[in-house]
């Protein structure tokens, strides 16, 4: 018996270990499209240094992921735009942080059921801004050839690469979850970025991820940690901020910050809420 109980544990070991080679096998080979890695290897990344943050602020408000507040990023020189992304009833991608926050500001949804893509797109977020959804996304992507398109949200690969007609080397679709990393390369998205933590960072260098997403809590938390990372060629975005003098100090750090308020033609933050969250 003992002798069986040893062959078991050494079969259950040799499994794992063969089931991590195999993750590894994944990732040994992957790079992030050269697209993206040519934008942060240049000396000026200056144009690429914030995201508008879930669309960008409009009108004082944040988190609309309307069509008036990419639009107005667009126009005050965004170049990264982030959208948060759900399904509808009908599984379409449309522009939303989740449903009980899109309730909150817009006019939806009757009988509290999650709407079909026509029903959205008839919603009004604060009483006259725009819902945002995977069609108008592809137009406005397609016209702006400069925009880079990060999602949120959503981990479904499949309609990521299936809704989205622009260039997929300019989607960095934010993965959560070990096994989703691995699921989001093999269903070949070209930029997944892995959300992560201190804790994660383990996680991180064994498999070379080189596209990261931190909470800007964390990153203050565990500086050393991730000037490390960015020494070694992790490509690191933090969410979020509003904070120009935040920003400036750790840009040699942080390739990319979110924000809302930030008017980049000026430098200078247009909220009277000028913080890093």
Known sequence: MRTFGKISIFIIISILFLG????????KNFKISNFILEIYNKQNKQDFLLIAHAGGGINGFNYTNSIEAV???????????????????????????DW????????CCKNNQIPSLKEFKNYKIYKDLSTLDY?????????????????DKTNNFKLINSLFTFDK????????????????????????MYSTNIGELDFVKKYN?????VHSKDFIANKNAYIELSENGTIIFVYS??????IYENKN?????????????????VSNVCETY
């Open 209 to 213: 991820i080189k596209l990261i997403a």
């Open 241 to 246: 901020s509003n904070d120009v003098k935040f």
């Open 100 to 107: 009980d926050h899109f309730k909150s500001i817009s006019n």
């Open 253 to 269: 750090i942080v390739n990319s910050f979110y924000s809302d308020f930030i008017d980049i033609k000026n430098n200078k933050c």
């Open 20 to 27: 991590c080679d195999q993750k590894l096998e994944v990732t």
């Open 71 to 97: 639009n107005n990023s667009i126009l005050n020189g965004y170049n990264l735009i982030e959208i948060d992304l759900i399904e509808t009833r009908d599984a379409k991608l449309v522009g939303a942080h």
């Open 135 to 151: 069609s108008k996304i592809n137009e406005i992507f397609i016209k702006n050839k400069n925009l880079i398109l990060v999602t």
């Open 169 to 192: 080397d300019r989607i960095i679709v934010e993965i959560f979850g070990r096994d989703n990393y691995f699921k989001a390369i093999e269903e070949n998205i070209k930029n997944p």
